[in-house]
């Protein structure tokens, strides 16, 4: 598994939660929450008192050896409810590194990049209980979702037919007027936060 390829000095205001990349740009408190977790950069945290600590990968990242074992324990899949996604996992810290969340297995858990940014940028909490964890985006539970589906399409093809289903070429054609599908207005349907533009 390919990860953390970044390599940039962040420094991060601990009491503000606020970082800006050496000579260059502020980053959302988000972003740099989220580079803290997963990304192999160099982190200078201030703390309250305006002291400057280096604080190196080892600690922040999880070794290649926690990486197996949450590999193992997560089923080597994005642990966000209904996500089938095997590859591009990060280790998320459940309770945030720069808050004090240690790189044990305990306080990691396995995310597709796409949810991992997802959880930081919309502020969603995951609590870790009777041993599963449960996301709550914020105010609302985000509802436990069946193991995705996998295996070969004729088995999918075998359970529409026994379900009367007649799936074919046409059946994802528009009933209504030909607009563009508008995904956001979807997405607010159905409670969840809008899509997340690609990265510059
Ligand atoms: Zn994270
Ligand atoms: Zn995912």
């Known amino acids: 598994m390919e990860r953390g390829h970044t390599e940039v000095i ?25 580079l803290a977790c997963d990304a192999k950069i160099q982190l200078l945290l ?18 290649d050896a926690q990486v197996r074992a949450l590999t193992a324990r997560d089923g080597e ?7 089938p996604h095997t590859r591009y996992l990060n ?4 309770i945030p590194w720069e808050l004090g969340g240690t790189t044990d297995v305990d306080n990691l858990i396995m995310i597709c990049s796409f949810h991992h940014t997802v959880v930081h940028d919309h502020g969603y909490r995951i609590h870790r209980v009777k ?3 449960e996301f709550q985006r914020p105010g609302t539970l985000v509802p436990e979702a069946a193991e995705p589906l996998s295996g070969k399409a004729e088995s999918l093809v075998e359970m529409h037919t026994r379900a009367g289903l007649h799936i074919n070429h046409k059946t994802i054609s528009s009933k209504w007027q030909g607009d563009n599908l508008d995904i956001d ?8 936060p809008k899509r997340i533009p690609a990265a510059a």
Do not use: E, K
Not at 77 to 83: L, V
Not at 185 to 192: N, P, Q, R
């Open 185 to 192: 207005y979807v997405l607010g349907l159905l409670l969840l």
């Open 77 to 83: 899949r994005c642990q966000f409810p209904g996500c």
């Open 91 to 94: 280790a998320h810290h459940i």
């Open 131 to 133: 041993g599963r964890c």
């Open 46 to 63: 201030d703390d309250r008192a305006g002291n400057r600590m280096y604080l190196g990968r080892s600690h922040r990242l999880a070794s």
């Open 10 to 34: 962040v420094p991060v205001d601990a009491s503000t939660g606020t970082a800006r990349l050496d000579n260059g740009p502020a980053l959302a408190p988000t972003t740099a929450q989220r």
